[in-house]
């Protein structure tokens, strides 16, 4: 066996047969014209219409995020820039086909150029002039197989459109070349469910036919695997299913000890499904998120009207809610208007909010009153605190709306280093794990091209959270987890053993880890904790605490 790397997106484990996705259509030549510009003209227009209307009816047929983005494809192939590109060339002399795909490849050259999010959708626009070019030459466009049974899908980067169609009973997991962690095939993929590695560059010599194990949970294509790592990721397989079937008990590990599983929510209107999958509470309320498209603050009534739903579906429940986010890859209208050259280490989260001080009074006071309205048991805190100076302006602003809780996020390594100093102020600690670690590995979280780094069971990270453990320890503080690390099942037991009192996580994610806990008490915890921080690197601590694990008696 091999073993390819990637970025997984999700915990799921699935293998089966490669199928390639077909393979694009060759460029046209850049040749003259014989039937005049008028012609090609009217040809072109046809064929970019048709595409569009055909995204759009792909869009009404998938709904959801899916619907969304292929109408947004649908408005990029109509766009009146796009289509002056072409007549422009068409005029000069050159076909129908050739003026569509020069077009389109310069529009598709800029956003590469600019990169980040734009760059990633750069394959959007490839996609959107391969369909142009293939009803042009009256062929099929390039897309999903259908082979007649169940496989894994290889692509280089799955365009919208055909991930929006994917028959989820054939397609047994998806592994593509390119794409980072924010392209749309992985946007798809966690909301459709679908086990899915992105940017796996090796992937591109796999075979059709082949068998391959694809494991989202470790960014992993196993290639050539043998019968019993077969067995044993299926074994995986099943036990993610009954964990999912498992009744809903409270977060505890084997010998009783109690870790409240909470939920991680952007939106009210998400409380429901993070209760019927057991959520005991809210661990992070990303409030930032009810107003990434506001141009203006919004306003106290509108926040105490979300805030009071929230805090309603979750009577005598813990919920803590972040202040404002904002900043780097959130950025809100209101709060930042400069431009930085490093956003991720700028005026973010707490700084941003101290600059706008009237706009923080504001949340605390939308958030004084629906706390009074309702029975839910508020936690607030602020994002991106570095100093205890900041500990001790947040908490004292926040009593002095007689919001009776208030901690910080540990989300900068000087926080961490600090923990005692800050747990002295703060009531708790919620260590943000995904900026954690950005911060502590210097990677940007949102770069596919340095998303190596970006793994939080880096022994670096490890010790900064078993900093805050220990601090919490002594204070008698609670110290919670609410980054992406607390949704990896066996990275959540090492977080436990490092000091962590509770885990947030995406809902969908409560099943696992909940199944996880409870099969290690907390000295076992604490074992793989070691065995984890001994190592020199992220690969080597997850591997040496999958092994002590495997070699620890089940519960
Ligand atoms: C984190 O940084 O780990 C965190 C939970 O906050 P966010 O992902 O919203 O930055
Ligand atoms: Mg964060």
Request: some cysteine.
């Amino acid at each position: 066996m091999s073993e390819l790397r990637g970025v997984g997106i999700g915990l799921g484990i699935a293998q089966g047969p490669v199928i390639r996705m077909t393979e694009a259509l060759p460029a046209p030549e850049k040749t003259s014209s014989t039937i005049g510009a008028d012609a090609e003209r009217a040809r072109a227009r046809e064929a970019i219409s048709a595409v569009a209307a055909e995204l759009t009816e792909r869009g009404d047929l998938a709904g959801g995020a899916a619907q969304e983005v292929l109408e947004a494809q649908a408005m990029i192939a109509e766009d009146p820039t796009l289509q002056d590109e072409v007549d422009t060339r068409i005029d000069a002399g050159t076909t129908a086909e050739w003026a569509v795909h020069d077009a389109f490849a310069g529009f598709r050259a800029t956003l590469e150029a600019v990169g980040g999010y734009l760059g990633e959708r750069a394959a959007d626009l490839e996609d959107i002039a391969q369909r142009v070019l293939a009803h042009l030459r009256g062929v099929a466009a390039p897309g999903v197989p259908d082979p007649g049974h169940p496989f894994v899908l290889v692509a280089r980067d799955l365009a919208p459109a055909d991930t929006a169609l994917l028959k989820l009973d054939q397609v047994l997991a998806l592994v593509t070349t390119d794409g980072g962690p924010t392209s749309h095939t992985a946007i798809l993929a966690r909301e459709k469910g679908i086990v899915a590695i992105v940017g796996a560059a090796e992937a591109a010599g796999l075979r059709d036919g082949e068998t391959v194990i694809v494991d989202a949970s470790s960014g992993v294509v196993v290639t050539d695997p043998s019968a019993e790592e077969l067995e044993r990721a299926a074994q995986r397989a099943a036990d993610r299913l009954s964990a999912v079937a498992a009744p809903l008990t409270p977060g505890a590990l084997a010998d009783g000890t109690a870790i409240p599983l909470l939920a991680n929510l952007g939106k009210p209107a998400d409380a429901a499904d993070a209760v019927a999958r057991g959520a005991e509470g809210v661990g992070l309320f990303r409030t930032e998120f009810l107003f990434l498209s506001s141009a203006q603050a919004p306003t106290v009534e509108q926040q105490r009207e979300s805030y009071r739903e929230l805090l309603a579906a979750f009577p005598g429940k813990k919920v803590v809610v972040r202040m404002l986010d904002a900043g780097a890859d959130k950025p809100l209208a209101f709060l930042n208007d400069a431009h930085e050259e490093n956003p991720a280490l700028g005026l973010r989260g707490l700084r941003a909010l101290r600059a706008s001080e009237d706009i923080l009074r504001e949340q605390l006071t939308a958030l004084a009153e629906a706390d009074a309205a309702t029975e839910a048991d508020l936690w607030v805190m602020a994002p991106m605190v570095a100093t205890v100076e900041e500990t001790k302006y947040f908490t004292a602003l926040a009593r002095e709306y007689g919001l009776k809780t208030p901690g910080v996020m540990v989300e900068v390594p000087a926080a961490a280093l600090l923990a005692d100093r800050v747990l002295a102020h703060a009531d708790f600690a919620s260590i943000g794990t995904n900026d954690l670690t950005q911060y502590t590995m210097a990677a940007d979280r949102m770069l596919g091209s340095v998303a190596d780094f970006q793994d939080p069971w880096h022994p670096a990270v490890l010790r900064l959270v078993r900093e805050v453990g220990a601090a919490g320890a002594r204070l008698g503080k609670p110290v919670g987890i609410c980054g992406e690390a607390a949704a990896d099942p066996l990275l959540a037991v090492v977080l436990v053993g490092l000091g962590a009192t509770s885990l947030s996580m995406a809902p969908a994610a409560l099943a696992d880890v909940r199944q996880m806990l409870l099969g290690r008490t907390l000295d076992e915890a604490k074992q793989l904790a070691e065995a984890a921080l001994a190592a020199d690197d992220a690969a080597s601590a997850r591997t040496a605490a999958a092994q002590l694990a495997a070699s620890l008696p089940q519960h």
